[in-house]
């Protein structure tokens, strides 16, 4: 099951994009979670949404991978306006694509080893033997060599999320999404998981878009960065770009300033 891989890092770069949100809304009640909001990732990139918890982040990727239905706006996946697509539409499309989500999601009632198959055991007609080749490379890939046989109980919040992350690559996706990947984790963790974003990106040019409120984890392993904040994007750019940002919200999310009572940076 290897991936094809682009010739070069400028092919990647000057291909069309994976993912392209445009004029996204959704609405829960009279709670208006996503406002106009567009965006879009090209093959092998970073794609990081930060704000505020609870501002709605997560509904966008629950949009991405066919969870969710905007209210309005277009949704394109791999070239492809899946906007209002049938379920049996994204079942294809999710097997180009996983998602990692907040709390792991992992069934505890499985081993580890048939938590990281159940992908191939859904969408693939493996023999065991090869299907178990798999889970074992890719736990070793997340740094959990010979933990196949233990239950999700047995392993700490960290080791949870990198079970995740090792399910989500069995299908050798096109693009994942992560759901707060460094929530509740210790700085070497956290530090840990972006690694491995950036060896999905840098080996295997695997797509990725996280939304998360670690703002120094989001800098260092994005390409871009989209800062999240009463349901839009209020702005869109590389690294640098965010940390030079002139808009209020911006410079106080940043620099982790609390609200006035008007709502303004103190």
């Known amino acids: 099951m290897s991936k094809a891989i682009p010739a070069t890092s400028e092919d990647a770069a000057d291909a069309g994009p994976i993912v ?3 004029g ?3 609405a829960f009640g009279d709670m208006k979670v996503l406002q106009d909001v ?5 093959p092998a990139e970073t794609f990081a949404i930060i704000g505020p918890s609870g501002c709605g982040k997560s509904v966008t990727l629950k949009i991405i991978m066919g969870l969710l239905r905007c ?3 277009s949704v394109e996946i791999f ?9 049996s539409t994204f079942d294809l499309l999710r097997r180009r694509m996983s998602m990692v989500f907040q709390g792991g999601a992992l069934f505890d009632s499985m081993t580890v080893g048939e ?20 889970v074992d490379l890719n736990l070793d890939r997340v740094g959990l060599p010979g933990i196949a046989n233990k239950m999700p109980s047995d392993l700490s919040g960290g080791m949870r999320k ?14 994942i999404l992560f759901d707060e990947p460094t929530t509740g984790l210790d700085p070497i963790m956290t530090t840990e998981i972006g690694l491995l974003v950036t060896m999905l990106r840098d080996k295997f040019e695997t797509a990725s878009i996280l939304v998360s409120h670690d703002i120094k984890n989001a800098l260092e392993i994005s390409d871009r960065i989209g800062v999240h904040y009463k349901g839009r994007l209020v702005t869109i750019g590389t690294p640098d770009e965010i940390r030079n940002c002139s808009d209020p919200f911006v410079r106080q999310f940043l620099l982790g300033l609390p609200n006035t009572p008007e709502g303004e940076a103190a």
Do not use: M, W, Y
């Open 20 to 22: 392209r949100l445009t």
């Open 24 to 26: 996204i809304s959704k």
């Open 38 to 42: 567009s965006f879009q990732v090209k």
């Open 71 to 73: 209210d309005s706006g």
């Open 79 to 87: 070239g492809q306006n899946v906007t209002d697509a049938p379920e």
């Open 115 to 134: 938590n990281v198959g159940f992908a191939l055991d859904q969408h693939t007609k493996l023999p065991d033997a090869e299907k178990k080749e798999i």
């Open 162 to 175: 990198r079970v995740a992350l090792a399910r989500s690559l069995t299908l050798e996706p096109e693009l």
